[in-house]
């Protein structure tokens, strides 16, 4: 039989390095600590509440703004100014939209914006209700996602959009590279 200080030192030298490791691991497992300030996420609902948050956020972009605009509607004077403006501060701009319309307005209001064609989210244009209608990404922090809904009146339709103006608040942070690339992998072949 194995002498008793034998088998502790073995079991201490073939698990220690394990444990070592299991306990720089552990604390990584735990849930981060509760935060008293949520981030915020809102609603706003028409054509001009969410035209008019566009057209903030892209006023308040300090370095990069990602946009996807697929309703001509929403590209309202206020949208395609705020878009002019930061790119003339020197915001990076990228403007993808299926709709040739859309892509030459923007491009004539901002010529240092880099404006492509994309359909990562859409079949047919004009899009149909219920797809997404526009999203704006401002410095990798700021989000807005929306899409137009039908009405209980027949042939009308809405936009509703989602928005936060805090990375904190969930999908925000992973959002920008997926968005980027969704605008340019979206090319037509």
Do not use: C, F
């Amino acid at each position: 039989a194995p002498d008793p200080h034998d088998a502790v030192e073995t079991i201490r030298r073939e698990y220690g390095r394990r444990l070592d490791r299991l306990d720089g691991l552990l604390p990584r497992l735990q849930s981060p600590p509760a935060r008293e300030d949520r981030a915020g996420v809102w609603v706003v609902e028409g054509d001009e509440a969410v035209s008019d948050r566009l057209a903030g956020l892209a006023g308040d972009a300090t370095d990069e703004l990602l946009v996807v605009i697929a309703v001509e509607d929403l590209l309202t004077e206020e949208v395609t100014a705020g878009l002019a403006a930061a790119a003339d501060r020197g915001v990076s701009v990228t403007l993808g939209s299926p709709g040739g319309e859309i892509r030459e307005a923007v491009a004539t209001a901002a010529p240092d914006a880099s404006v492509v064609e994309t359909w990562t989210w859409w079949e047919d244009y004009p899009i149909r209700p219920g797809e997404i209608s526009s999203i704006l990404m401002a410095d990798a922090r700021e989000l807005l996602v929306s899409s137009e809904v039908e009405t209980d009146l027949p042939g009308v339709a809405k936009h509703s959009a989602v928005w936060t103006d805090d990375e904190r608040a969930p999908l925000v942070g992973m959002m920008r590279p997926l968005l980027s690339n969704a605008i340019t992998a979206g090319r037509p072949g």
